[in-house]
């Protein structure tokens, strides 16, 4: 069974940091594209970055310069950075991870705040 597991989010002021964590079981996450979406209220799920097995990157232009993502496939981890935060970046964020033709999963979601 395959299973994604959130972990670092949280209340942070404008301009702060935190980390995001996705560990992953079940699955050999070495082999599939690894990313985080995010879904603000009212809005869509939106990709916010992702990496590929082979460590190429891809940021949603809002993000771009702000936000990390990286990958430890000995733990089985991708995380995402995020620096200068902005009221607009609070949303769940989730983890996805997936692989063609038809293996995609996700995490159950993180919820990020950005408040002064």
């Known amino acids: 069974q395959v299973q994604l597991v959130e972990s670092g989010g949280g209340l942070v002021q404008p301009g702060g940091s935190l980390r995001l964590s996705c560990a992953a079981s079940g699955i050999i996450s070495s082999i599939y594209n690894m990313a985080w979406y995010r879904q603000a209220p009212g809005k869509q799920r939106e990709l916010v970055a992702r990496i590929t097995p082979g460590g190429t990157t891809n940021y949603a232009d809002s993000v771009k310069g702000r936000f990390t993502i990286s990958r430890d496939n000995a733990k089985n981890t991708v995380y995402l950075k995020l620096n200068s935060l902005k009221l607009e970046d609070t949303a769940v964020y989730y983890c996805?991870?997936?692989?063609?033709?038809?293996?995609?999963?996700w995490g159950q979601g993180t919820q990020v705040t950005v408040s002064s």
């Open positions: 996805n991870v997936d692989r063609w033709p038809m293996d995609n999963y």
